[in-house]
C-alpha cells in the first residue's frame, strides 16, 4: 500500500515541478524537459506489485492514470474543418529525403503557409530543385527558416535570435482581406544532455539564451496587431514557463485545442516540441503526420477565424 502511495505521489510532484518553478532551477528543469513517457513506466512496478499482493490496485491505477494523461495519451478533441491550413516541419536539411519527394508531400497537403526549419539544404542545388518542384508559393526566408505561402505576400522581416546563430522570420500576409502576422522560429535547445558529463554551465547559458529568445518573441507579438500567428521548432515541451509565456503572447496551443493523442513531433524521444499557437485564430483540428523525411515529423493546422469576428 505504501509502494503504490508513494509512486502516486512521486508522480504529482514530478509534474507539478515540471510543469510551475520548471525552467527556474536545474532539478526542476530536467523534469520540465524528460519525456513524460518515463513518468508511464516509473508507475508499472507499483501497479504489478498491489496487483500481486492485492493491496493499493486503486492508489496505482490512479498514479497510472494521471502519468498517462500527463503524457497526453488520454488527449482527445473534436476535430473539424477549418479555413486557414498551416505546416510546420523541421526538414533536416532535406538529408533524408530528396527536393521532389518533399515537395511532393508538401504539395499534397494544400496547405496556405508552410513554415519549414533547417532548410539550409545540405546539398548545394537542392532548394533550387526543391522551389521548382513545390510551385504556387512565395517564399520568405532567413538563415535556416523558410516560409512559403499561397497567401499574398505583404512583406517579411529578420531578427536575431539572441544566444545563437539563427534568426527569426516575421513575414506580413493576407488573409481573407484582412493582415495576419506570421512568426517563423527555431528556438534554441536546452542542453540537458550536458549534465550527464557535469557542463552545468552549459545547461545554465542555453537555458538563459532560450529566456532572451522567448523575451523577444513576447515583443514581436505585443508589436504585431490583429491575428498573428506562431510555429516551428520551438524545442519547448508542452509544459513549464516557456511554453506558459509564448501562449499567453501568441495564444492557444493548436494541438491543445484540437488534436488527439500525444503529438510527438520528435518520435526518436517522445517529444512534442514543435507547436502552432495563432491569436485571433480558432483551431479546429491539428494532426501529425507520420512521415518519415526528418528526425522530426510535420504538425498539420487548421484554423478559423474566432467566434467573436
Not at 508531400?105 to 496556405?112: E, N, W
Not at 532567413?142 to 499561397?150: F, I, N, S
Not at 505576400?153 to 484582412?178: D, F, M
Not at 493548436?254 to 499557437?277: E, K, N, V
Request: glycine share 10%; net charge positive; charged share 20%.
Amino acid at each position: 500500500m505504501k509502494f503504490a502511495w508513494m509512486t502516486l505521489l512521486l508522480v504529482c510532484l514530478t509534474w507539478a515541478l515540471g510543469e510551475w518553478p520548471a525552467e527556474r532551477t536545474l532539478p526542476t528543469l530536467l523534469l520540465a524537459y524528460a519525456p513524460p513517457l518515463l513518468w508511464v513506466l516509473a508507475t508499472l512496478p507499483a501497479l504489478a506489485w498491489a496487483l500481486w499482493r492485492r493491496r493499493g490496485r486503486r492508489v496505482a491505477l490512479a498514479a497510472l492514470l494521471l502519468a498517462v494523461w500527463g503524457a497526453g495519451l488520454l488527449h482527445w478533441t473534436p476535430q473539424q474543418k477549418g479555413t486557414l491550413r498551416v505546416v510546420t516541419f523541421n526538414v533536416l536539411g532535406g538529408a533524408r529525403t530528396t527536393p521532389d519527394e518533399l515537395a511532393g508531400r508538401l504539395q499534397s497537403l494544400k496547405a496556405d503557409v508552410l513554415l519549414l526549419q533547417e532548410s539550409r539544404f545540405v546539398q548545394p542545388d537542392f532548394r533550387a530543385a526543391f522551389l521548382n518542384a513545390l510551385p504556387g508559393y512565395a517564399v520568405a526566408e532567413a538563415g535556416e527558416v523558410m516560409t512559403l505561402t499561397r497567401l499574398p505576400l505583404l512583406g517579411s522581416r529578420t531578427e536575431a535570435l539572441p544566444g545563437n546563430r539563427r534568426e527569426l522570420l516575421v513575414t506580413r500576409l493576407e488573409w481573407r482581406g484582412e493582415p495576419l502576422t506570421v512568426v517563423n522560429a527555431h528556438l534554441g535547445t536546452v542542453q540537458v544532455s550536458s549534465v550527464l558529463t557535469g557542463d552545468l554551465g552549459r545547461v545554465r547559458r542555453t537555458r538563459d539564451a532560450r529566456a532572451g529568445q522567448v523575451q523577444l518573441l513576447r515583443a514581436v507579438a505585443a508589436g504585431a496587431p490583429g491575428r498573428v500567428l506562431l510555429g516551428g521548432d520551438l524545442n519547448t515541451p508542452p509544459r513549464g514557463q516557456v511554453y506558459r509565456d509564448l501562449r499567453a503572447a501568441f495564444g492557444p496551443d493548436a494541438h491543445d485545442l484540437a488534436g488527439r493523442g500525444p503529438g510527438w513531433t520528435f518520435p526518436s524521444l517522445r517529444l512534442r516540441i514543435d507547436h502552432l499557437m495563432g491569436r485571433g485564430l480558432s483551431p479546429a483540428r491539428a494532426q501529425v503526420l507520420p512521415w518519415a523525411l526528418s528526425d522530426h515529423r510535420p504538425l498539420l493546422a487548421e484554423y478559423r477565424r474566432t467566434p467573436a469576428d
